[in-house]
């Protein structure tokens, strides 16, 4: 599912006021931390991920790796704060249509 910009700028209105339901200690992107992730996204769809690295690059590794492991979709990165959205089953969110 590739959201469009509409659908994203939507998520993004609605991740506005959430606070990070996982975060990242030091040591990285661990199965416990994707374990945590999937759990989150199933039961909230739409959710705030907080990771712990200043350096970019790895910051982006991590991101794409979390992406590439939920299968959900990168919303927004801000700072430190990824916002990923999974539609689950009982489709809680609804989005526009593209």
Known sequence: M?????????????????KPVVMMGSNGLTEAVVAEIEIALNHHELIKVKIASEDRDTKQLIVDAIIRETEAEKVQVIGKTLVLFRASEARKIEIPRK
């Open 2 to 18: 590739n959201l469009s910009t509409k659908q994203k700028q939507h998520l993004k209105g609605l991740a506005h006021n959430l």
